[in-house]
């Protein structure tokens, strides 16, 4: 390495030029970088010219400690709603965590309680999971409190719980997809929320009926807020507004929200989405036996007028109240089972039958409103396997909820559009440049 410093060093000399005295110094400098601490030569022996002027340098050149680059652990975001009988164990399950060491330590710790009694049906339950499917961290909203949760840490020192009152910022997330087999797998596959699934469900579902109408090609875009805390996705909101495509025809809706604080969907001529009865009583399921006159009772062994609709579900999923009503009946009425009646503004009354059990709060006299939970699909009574018995009456008079005329909700008043129309057009726009940016990818 000496002789191969003599000999760069010679080749500069013979240069003899200002400029060489630079590069002298500043090669010998990158040379001796690599040892790490070197000095510096100017002056050297040899028989060449030697008109300039010469001293010794001597100067201590050093690096600067390398610092190492630490990547962020790769994490897994999993959500999951809480189910009717669930466990924090059976709902880990759900979320694919493989291991339960937290829970096992989080059992005997008195500040991790609410995870073990506060699992309310619907709760979203958020983890952070690694891509060994361990368990990194989990976040437990509590009850009545949208802002505030359990955080549940892994960290190297065990097991750290913090009940916090979160720092939530909105954003807005807009995406699009195709329908290949169903609506959850569609959002699945296009990183969407199954709460947003559902609220599509609840704003097309007058128009659109989820368990027979969809076909492979439908198309959906939607905007949707996204609430965060520390960059971390804790929740879905409201659905901004969505553009529904099914069997060729085209359903758009705008969220709006009056001075009073009322919000709904809206088409963008401004008419109101929400029909006074959703279409069905469950978010996701399939037409098992439909309205007739006759049908053949598979327990009973007889032909009998069957004058509802019946829904195929597991065990568990949640009923929902299809209009505003009072609760008219609550508790067991013969081959029903458990069964609800409510009693909806004019002639309309709606049962719900074969449940599993009863929402809290849901007692004779008590208000509901349209999408309100009041029990769980069942087979109690005279049921052959888990569903929901729906009937629909006007006048006491049985009508097919799969095809009877729906009344429809009062129009915004002339103020109110033209605040709407202000306020729908950022956000129409919006889901057009997400269906024509699509459209152009699949071209």
């Known amino acids: 390495m000496i002789a191969e410093k003599s000999s760069i060093l010679a080749y500069l000399r013979v240069r003899n030029t200002e400029r060489s005295r630079h590069l002298l110094l500043g090669t010998v400098a990158v040379i001796g970088a690599c040892f790490g601490v070197v000095a510096a030569f100017g002056n050297v022996s040899s028989g060449l010219d030697n008109n300039f002027p010469q001293q010794n340098i001597v100067e201590s050149l050093s690096l600067s400690q390398a610092t190492p680059v630490v990547e962020n652990e790769e994490l897994f975001i999993r959500e999951e709603k809480v189910r009717p009988g669930d466990s924090a164990y059976s709902l880990l399950e759900r979320l ?33 999971l690694d891509r060994a499917g361990q368990l990194r961290s989990l976040l437990f909203p509590l009850n009545d409190k949208q802002d505030q949760a359990l955080e ?14 979160l720092a939530l910022e909105t954003r807005v ?21 199954d709460n947003v699934a559902s609220q599509l469900i609840d704003i097309f579902g007058g128009d659109i009926d989820f368990h027979r109408d969809l076909r492979k090609g439908d198309h959906f875009s939607v905007a949707y807020e996204t609430i965060m805390h520390m960059g971390r996705p804790i929740r879905s909101g409201h659905i901004l507004a969505a553009e529904f495509v099914n069997d060729g025809r085209n359903f758009k809706a705008v969220w709006f929200q009056d001075a009073d604080g009322r919000g709904g969907y809206y088409t963008p001529e401004g008419k109101s989405l929400r029909k006074a009865f959703l279409r069905s009583p469950l978010e996701f399921s399939r037409v098992t036996s439909g309205f007739s006159m006759s049908r053949f009772h598979p327990i009973l062994q007889q032909w009998r007028a069957h004058k509802g609709v019946d829904y195929g579900a597991p065990i568990g999923t949640r009923v929902k109240a299809t209009a505003d009503a009072v609760v008219d009946y609550v508790g067991i009425q013969n081959g029903y089972g458990k069964v609800v009646v409510l009693r909806h503004q004019g002639p309309y009354t709606t049962l719900y039958g074969h449940l599993s059990g009863f929402a809290p709060g849901i007692r004779k006299g008590s208000r509901v409103a349209q999408g309100d939970v009041i029990g769980y699909v069942g087979m109690t009574g005279l049921a052959s396997g888990p ?12 009508k097919n909820p799969l095809s009877v005329a729906l009344p429809g909700s009062l129009p915004l008043t002339s103020e109110q ?19 024509n940016i699509n459209l152009a990818s699949a071209d």
């Open 152 to 165: 549940l840490d892994d960290t190297k020192e065990g097991l750290k719980i913090t009940q916090k009152v």
């Open 96 to 128: 694919g965590v493989d291991n339960f060491r937290m829970i096992d330590a989080a059992r005997g710790n008195a500040q991790a309680q609410p995870l073990f009694r506060q699992l309310s049906p619907g709760k979203t339950i958020t983890a952070y």
């Open 387 to 398: 569903h929901l018995h729906y009937e629909f009456r006007i006048n006491g008079i049985f």
């Open 417 to 435: 559009m033209a605040r709407f129309r202000s306020e729908s057009g950022v956000w129409l726009a919006r889901i057009d440049a997400v269906r």
């Open 173 to 193: 997330s807009v995406k699009s997809a195709d329908i290949n087999y169903s609506l959850f797998s569609a959002t699945d596959a296009a990183g969407i929320p």
